[in-house]
Structures are given as C-alpha cells and as structure tokens.
C-alpha cells in the first residue's frame, strides 16, 4: 500500500491500519494491523470465549445483548459522528443506520429462545410411538465481514443475530471503516468484560482471506460480489459454511397507478441515500409509457434540489475512491450509447463529491444499467406496461431487492421479481423490518439475515427423536418378522397409496 495519503483511502502505518475522511483527509482512526498468526489467536481465544457465552443461555445473553443496545442508544451521536468522519455519511444518515442496526439487536435478543431454543416437535403415524425434539445449537466461532458503506448496520446485521444464537464473533471491519467497528466492539466490551466474546481484528483484504481460513466454523460475509467469489473459495477448502450478502442493482418499477410525488420522493431517497453507495439502493427504474414524464419531471426536481458536501449536506462524499472511475464510466458509456443525462452528467463527478445524476433512455446492456454504481446516478427507462418492467428488472445476474409503486398490480409485481426482497409503495424499508428475512438471489448471494431465518442462519438444526412406546409395527429393527414387513406393506399402501 502506498505511503502517499489519499483522503478516505486507508494506509497502513508502522503495523497500524490509518484510517481518513474521505472529504478532508484528517486522520480518523489507528488501529494495529492483524497478522495471520494473530488471526489465528483470536479465534482460538473466541472459542473458549463461545463456550462461555453459549453457557449463559438464552436469558443470560439477552440480558448482555440488550445492555449492548442500550450502550450505543445512549451514545448513539458520537457514534454517528464517527461514521460521518470516517465514511463520510451525513450524520442523519448514519442516525437512521444506527436506529435499525439497534432495532435488529432488540429483536434478536429477544426472539433468539423462541425460535432457536429446544422445543417438541410432533410425529406422525409413521413413528406414533417417538417425540421429536428440535433445537438449534451455536455454531461456536462465526467469522463476520463487513463493508464500509454501512458499517454499524450490515455487520450488526450478522453479528447480532449470530451472538444472540451465542456464538462468539470475530469480525473484520473495511478496511475504510475500522474505527466504527472497533468501536462497536468496544461498546461490547463493556457489557460483556468477562470473554472476548466479539472481537475485531483489522487490516486489509488479506485478513479477512486469513479469517476464512482460521477454523471459524461459520463466516458470514457482506461486501461485493468480486470478493463473495474468494471467501467462497477459500471457505471451500475447509468446507466452512458460508452466508454471502453480496451486490445489487436493484429496479423500481412504477406502474400507470403509482402516486407519481410518493414514488419519486422515495425513488430519490433509495437511489441516493448514502451517495448512492446503498447495497439495495435503486439503481434503475422503470416506469410505464403513460406515467413516465411526469415522473421524471417529479425525480429530477426533487433531486435537484439536494445539496452537496462536506457538513449537513444531503449528499456526502463517495468513500471509496476508486469508486469515481467507476461512476464516471458508467455515466460517459450511458451518454455515449444514446443514454441523456436530465439532471447532472459527465460533470457531475468533482471529487470526492459526485452530484445527482438520472440518466434517461439508456440502453439495456450499456453498464449503467448491468452494473453496480454505487453512487448518486439513476437509469429511468420506458416501458411498456408492467411485464416489460419485470422482464427488464429481472434480466441481470442481480437479485437483491427492488420496488414497486403501483395499487392493482403492486403485490403480483412485487412477487414476480427475482430479488430476495421487494417494498411496495416505498423504498428500502424491508431492510429496517427486523421480523423480515433479509438477503438476495443469484450474484447478490444466499443465505438470509435478520428474522427468524436470520436467527435459524446462525444455528445448526439439532433434530433428536425419543422413545416413548412399543413399536407396535416394528420396522427397524432386524427383530421384526415377515408378517410384520407384510403389515408394513399393507400399512403403506393405506397411507400413501391412495390417489
Ligand atoms: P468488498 O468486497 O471490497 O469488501 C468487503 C469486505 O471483505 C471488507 O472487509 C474487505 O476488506 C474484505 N475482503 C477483501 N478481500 C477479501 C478476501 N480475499 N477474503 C476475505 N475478505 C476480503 O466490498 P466493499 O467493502 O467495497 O463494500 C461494497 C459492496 O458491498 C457493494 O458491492 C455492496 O453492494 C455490497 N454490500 C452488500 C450488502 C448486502 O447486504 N447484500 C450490504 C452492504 C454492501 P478490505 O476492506 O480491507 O478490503
């Protein structure tokens, strides 16, 4: 890495991880790097710190988890100046991220016995005569890996659930955004003194590749589809199950009875919330023949009108960098292949900032509309009516989530999208819904957080059969006699041969 400072991109100092502001370059946090060996110890202490947890119970862990919640409620505003330091979010922002990662640790606290914790199971006719006992057991160590572009909301998303099924954690933060997830696990730290239940350990790419090689025997991991690809490959060699929560591009769809000003004053809110740098932020829209100037007029008048900048504006700085070049390209090739820029353009990228953009007419598979932004920019392509819309929206390897606008027709669009998600008459919201499964199809990964999926992810089923009377048709068993297999047949046929 190199030694020359580029504000927001992190450098590594004397064995410690610098991270900066991606608007002013001012130093945010310093955090010492992670050697593989370090990796290693980390995990190995995590295991006897997961044995202790597990040991709590479930009463015990949601006593320490909801105490956690409670700790960064309190302090909630330092915290959301420090991702506003770090990432470069605008602080109302990272408000509102804090306010869902808390909703998601309060409902994991409080939900983890009900559908984690030992329960009967019933049986049928077929083994009348055994109980069944269901229970889902920690995993031990699980290995979380976070992006920087909501870094209290998506680790919390994994971790949080994971703890409350009691498993220890050992997280890897960006590399863009150490400082916020250190301080997390500090917060953690203080309610939880005992173990080093959650524990962070920094650094770059090669850290969290080390974490995936560790001996966690689960990693959960959230960032983009390029680096879903390496941790599944390096977690194959080990056979360590892994959970992806990968990229988007998600679509709106608005159809012909959409409210045009609720659907465009929630399309510009999901497409450039955070600059854009939204995993389910709307990347696309498509909006039928009868409605779409109209509601383009409403899109670009209320993006337009967003401010830009440093302190208390609308629109931060792009965190990442290198992401520019990728913004860039993705707006000339747009323009270049017959796409109209409505509001913003080419000009629109003035680093570290990059200013409204909806792009209009922009052909299918020019890269504004296959590929992930991740920043201020919008497509808004005519269609001909809502199957067009689907067919457009479900084209790519995406499957994140996504959005319709409409009445009549909202709830069958919704479930016609291939996306793991989808919200009806607004965006995003579903991300915040902590009784939701939340993950994606396709290239935006599989397996699900938060909600009882999201629980049940962090547990491995324990399936347990009891006895409780005589087989009275013995089936297993080498006791059993011909007349008891030609019971067995006749039983059989009764009970499934029918139809
Ligand atoms: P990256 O994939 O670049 O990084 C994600 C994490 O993986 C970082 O902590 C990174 O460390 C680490 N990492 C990098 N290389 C490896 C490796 N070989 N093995 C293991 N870990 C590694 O994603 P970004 O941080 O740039 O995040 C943006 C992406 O995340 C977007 O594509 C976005 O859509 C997606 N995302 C998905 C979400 C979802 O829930 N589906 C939610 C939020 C974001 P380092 O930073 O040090 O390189």
């Known amino acids: 890495m190199t030694a020359v400072h580029v504000p927001g991109v992190p450098v590594i100092e004397d064995g410690r991880l610098v991270s900066t502001s991606p608007a002013t370059g001012a130093e945010v946090g310093r955090l010492p790097v992670a050697t593989g060996s370090d990796v290693r110890d980390t995990v190995e202490r995590a295991r006897g710190a997961g044995d202790w947890w597990a040991g709590l119970g479930f009463t015990g862990r949601r006593e320490r988890l909801l105490r956690w919640r409670s700790r960064i409620a309190r302090r909630m505003e330092e915290l959301a100046e420090l991702a506003h330091a770090e990432g470069g979010k605008p602080v109302g922002d990272a408000a509102v991220e804090i306010l869902t990662a808390l909703e998601h640790i309060d409902?994991?606290?409080?939900?983890a016995r009900r559908v984690l914790g030992p329960r009967r199971v019933r049986s049928r006719l077929i083994l009348a005569e055994f109980t069944g006992h269901l229970e889902y057991q920690p995993y031990g160590v699980v290995g979380v890996i976070g992006p920087w572009n909501y870094p209290v909301f998506t680790?919390?998303?994994?971790?949080?659930?994971?703890?409350?099924?009691?498993?220890?954690?050992?997280?890897?933060?960006?590399?863009?955004?150490?400082?916020?997830?250190?301080?997390?696990?500090?917060?953690?730290?203080?309610?939880?003194?005992?173990?080093?239940?959650?524990?962070a350990v920094h650094g770059l790419g090669d850290?969290?590749?080390?974490?995936?090689?560790?001996?966690?025997?689960?990693?959960?991991?959230?960032?983009?589809?390029?680096?879903?690809?390496?941790?599944?490959?390096?977690?194959?060699?080990?056979?360590?199950?892994?959970?992806?929560?990968?990229?988007?591009?998600?679509?709106?769809?608005?159809?012909?009875?959409?409210?045009?000003?609720?659907?465009?004053?929630?399309?510009?809110?999901?497409?450039?919330?955070?600059?854009?740098?939204?995993?389910?932020?709307?990347?696309?829209?498509?909006?039928?023949?009868?409605?779409?100037?109209?509601?383009?007029?409403?899109?670009?008048?209320?993006?337009?009108?967003?401010?830009?900048?440093?302190?208390?504006?609308?629109?931060?700085?792009?965190?990442?960098?290198?992401?520019?070049?990728?913004?860039?390209?993705?707006?000339?090739?747009?323009?270049?292949?017959?796409?109209?820029?409505?509001?913003?353009?080419?000009?629109?990228?003035?680093?570290?900032?990059?200013?409204?953009?909806?792009?209009?007419?922009?052909?299918?598979?020019?890269?504004?509309?296959?590929?992930?932004?991740?920043?201020?920019?919008?497509?808004?392509?005519?269609?001909?009516?809502?199957?067009?819309?689907?067919?457009?929206?479900?084209?790519?390897?995406?499957?994140?989530?996504?959005?319709v606008f409409g009445r009549k027709r909202a709830v069958a669009v919704a479930r016609r999208l291939r996306s793991g998600m989808a919200s009806i008459n607004s965006t995003l919201t579903f991300a915040g819904m902590s009784t939701l499964p939340f993950g994606g199809v396709g290239d935006s990964?599989?397996?699900?957080?938060?909600?009882?999926?999201?629980?049940?992810?962090?547990?491995?089923?324990?399936?347990?059969?009891?006895?409780?009377?005589?087989?009275?048709?013995?089936?297993?068993?080498?006791?059993?006699?011909?007349?008891?297999?030609?019971?067995?047949?006749?039983a059989a046929k009764l009970m499934y041969g029918r139809r």
């Open 155 to 199: 680790p919390i998303g994994s971790a949080a659930y994971a703890l409350a099924a009691g498993n220890a954690v050992v997280f890897k933060p960006s590399e863009y955004t150490p400082a916020v997830g250190q301080w997390l696990v500090d917060r953690f730290a203080e309610v939880v003194p005992e173990q080093a239940v959650l524990t």
């Open 207 to 403: 850290v969290g590749a080390a974490l995936c090689r560790s001996g966690v025997a689960k990693v959960a991991f959230t960032g983009s589809t390029a680096t879903a690809r390496k941790v599944m490959a390096a977690c194959a060699e080990t056979l360590t199950p892994v959970l992806l929560e990968a990229g988007g591009k998600d679509a709106m769809i608005v159809d012909a009875d959409a409210d045009l000003d609720a659907a465009a004053e929630a399309c510009v809110w999901g497409a450039l919330t955070n600059a854009g740098q939204t995993c389910i932020g709307i990347e696309r829209v498509y909006a039928v023949d009868q409605v779409f100037d109209a509601f383009v007029d409403k899109v670009v008048s209320r993006a337009g009108r967003l401010t830009v900048g440093p302190d208390g504006a609308d629109l931060g700085p792009i965190t990442m960098p290198s992401q520019l070049d990728i913004i860039r390209r993705h707006i000339d090739d747009a323009l270049a292949h017959g796409g109209r820029a409505v509001l913003g353009g080419p000009d629109a990228v003035q680093p570290p900032y990059v200013h409204p953009t909806v792009l209009v007419d922009v052909p299918e598979e020019s890269a504004a509309v296959r590929e992930e932004t991740f920043g201020p920019t919008l497509t808004v392509n005519r269609v001909r009516d809502v199957d067009e819309a689907v067919e457009r929206a479900n084209a790519l390897p995406y499957g994140l989530g996504g959005a």
């Open 107 to 111: 409902w994991a606290a409080r939900n």
């Open 445 to 490: 990964g599989f397996g699900r957080i938060h909600g009882e999926d999201g629980l049940r992810e962090f547990g491995r089923a324990k399936a347990i059969t009891r006895r409780r009377a005589r087989s009275l048709l013995p089936a297993m068993t080498f006791e059993r006699s011909p007349a008891d297999v030609a019971r067995l047949i006749k």
